[in-house]
C-alpha cells in the first residue's frame, strides 16, 4: 500500500544545537554537585584506558555517584524544565508549522513534524518544553531497580543515530518494530527527499552522510556567543573542507534569522514540490473521455 507522502520532517540534534549546553550540565550534575569538566575528563579517561563507548562511559560514571544513582526517572524528567535553549526555542517549533499550513497546501494537505535524536537522556528531554513540540523524542535511557536508576536500558551512539533517521522514513518509531524490514520505497511515511537534519558537529557526520546521500537536506549550526569559536570551526570544517552539509548558520531560531531563513525557504520549496508530484500524478492517471 502506497503512502500519501505528505510529511515533511525535521530531525534536530539536541545538545549545542537546540542547547547551548550538554544537558547533563545543567541537571544530573548540578543536583549531585559535580564539576561538568573535571565528569567528562574522567568519561574520556575511562575511553582511553578501557576502550568505552562515549555513552556507555558517562552512563558508568554516573551510576557510580551515589547522589545519582539514587534517582528515578521521573526524577530526570522534572529536571528537563532547568535546560536552556538557543534563541528562539521552543517558540519556533509552532511558527515553522504555519508554514504548511497556508492555502496552497490544503489540497494535500502537508504537514511538518519534527523529532529529536540525542546521544543523551530521553527522559530528562521528555521533561522540557520541547517534549509538547515534537513527535518523538530518541535518546539514551536508564533502566529501574527498586525506584532508581540502575543500568543502561538503551544507548545511542553517533553512528546508530542514523538508525533514526529511516525509523522516522519508515514511520517504525515504536522501537519494537524492526527498522531493517524492507519497505518499498513508495510505501515509506516520510521520503528522505521531504527530511532535514540538523545538527553541531562531527557527531552528527554520520547523519549528515546519510542524509545527503538520500536526497536530504542537511544543516549544520555553531553557537554564535562560542568566544573560542570551536563551534564555528567544526561547522566550517564540515561545511567548506568535508561538504557533509548543505548550509551553516547561527543556532538562532528566531524569524527573520539566518537559521530561520534557510529553514523556511527549504521547507517552502518541498511543500511546493509535493503539491506538483500531486498534481502530475493526478493528471498522469487522467483517462480523457471518449468524443461524441
Not at 527527499?193 to 536530504?216: A, E, H, L, S, W
Not at 547561527?250 to 531563513?261: E, I, M, T, V, W
Not at 527549504?266 to 493526478?282: G, L, M, Y
Amino acid at each position: 500500500m502506497h503512502q500519501p507522502q505528505n510529511i515533511i520532517a525535521i530531525v534536530y540534534d539536541f545538545d549545542h544545537t537546540l542547547s547551548p549546553h550538554y544537558m547533563q550540565d545543567h541537571t544530573i550534575l548540578r543536583h549531585a554537585e559535580l564539576d561538568p569538566p573535571t565528569f567528562w575528563k574522567s568519561c574520556t579517561a575511562l575511553i582511553e584506558a578501557r576502550d568505552y563507548d562515549q555513552e556507555l562511559a558517562y552512563m558508568k560514571r554516573m551510576l557510580e555517584e551515589p547522589r545519582i544513582r539514587s534517582l528515578s526517572n521521573q526524577d530526570l524528567k522534572t529536571m528537563g524544565s532547568q535546560l536552556s535553549f538557543f534563541p528562539g526555542v521552543p517558540t519556533f517549533f509552532d511558527e515553522l508549522n504555519m508554514i504548511v499550513k497556508k492555502p496552497q497546501y490544503e489540497e494535500v494537505p502537508i504537514r511538518l513534524e519534527h523529532y529529536v535524536v540525542s546521544s543523551g537522556l530521553k527522559a530528562i528531554l521528555d521533561g522540557s518544553v520541547v517534549a509538547s513540540h515534537v513527535r518523538a523524542i530518541f535518546g539514551c535511557e536508564f533502566d529501574e531497580e527498586d525506584g532508581h536508576i540502575s543500568f543502561p536500558k538503551r544507548t545511542i551512539s553517533h553512528t546508530q543515530k542514523t538508525q533514526f533517521l529511516f525509523r522516522v522514513n519508515k514511520g517504525l518509531t515504536d522501537l519494537k518494530a524492526d527498522v531493517n524490514d524492507h519497505m518499498p520505497e513508495e510505501s515509506r511515511r516520510v521520503p528522505f527527499r521531504q527530511m532535514i537534519y540538523v545538527g553541531d558537529g562531527p557527531t552528527d557526520v554520520p547523519c549528515f552522510t546519510v542524509m545527503k546521500k538520500n536526497g536530504g537536506f542537511a544543516l549544520a549550526v555553531y553557537n554564535p556567543e562560542d568566544q573560542t569559536r570551536r563551534s564555528f570551526e567544526k561547522c566550517y570544517q564540515l561545511t567548506f573542507h568535508a561538504d557533509r552539509v548543505h548550509f551553516m548558520a547561527p543556532a538562532d531560531y528566531r524569524p527573520g534569522s539566518h537559521l530561520r531563513l534557510i529553514l523556511e525557504k527549504h521547507i517552502t520549496e518541498v511543500a511546493d514540490t509535493i503539491v506538483d508530484r500531486r498534481r502530475q500524478s493526478v493528471e498522469g492517471s487522467r483517462v480523457p473521455a471518449p468524443t461524441p
